[in-house]
């Protein structure tokens, strides 16, 4: 569904403020606490490497093929088996919030000004069904959701212990 312009520049400002988030939970931290974290999911340094992987593998792809190809096929993105492949734990938190915060950047300076053509621009997502370009955004933003509750509980279970 095409959101109007309003309402697409609030959703691509807030996805331009999880870097923010992320960073803001991650400060201070030294590299065993950004390791920390079975009991609530991921612990920070995965979270980094997670959305990064996931920014530039999975939305990045889908929007440069979204705009670039009729009705392409897009392959899911096992983010399991990528973080157990790359072993995130083992990666650099600072590199991972690094990595996050350009590939969100370079998304979202993608999905500024289209037409609305583009936004309609549409193919078929493996294990989702069919997806447009304008719904690649919300499905961004939701993602983040579930990830700033991880952070969340994170930060409350570990922060200042």
Not at 94 to 117: H, M, P, T, V
Request: proline share 4%; net charge negative; aromatic share 4%.
């Amino acid at each position: 569904m095409l959101l109007t312009p309003t309402d697409q520049d609030s959703l691509l400002r807030g996805l331009g403020e999880m870097p923010d988030v992320l960073e803001a939970t991650c400060a201070g931290l030294s590299p065993a606490e950004a390791r920390i974290g079975e009991a609530v999911g991921l612990s920070p340094v995965e979270q980094c490497w997670h959305l990064a992987d996931l920014e530039r593998e999975g939305y990045g792809v889908r929007i440069r093929r979204l705009l670039a190809e009729d009705e392409p096929a897009l392959p899911d993105f096992d983010g399991t088996r990528i973080a157990t492949e790359r072993d995130y734990k083992s990666l650099s938190l600072e590199d991972g919030l690094r990595a996050f915060r350009q590939a969100r950047a370079e998304n979202i300076a993608a999905l500024l000004g289209l037409s609305d053509a583009d936004w309609e621009r549409r193919g078929t997502q493996e294990g989702v069904g069919r997806i447009g370009l304008c719904d690649v955004p919300a499905m961004m933003a939701e993602h983040d959701a579930a990830h700033r509750e991880e952070i969340e509980a994170w930060a409350a279970l570990y922060r200042n212990r």
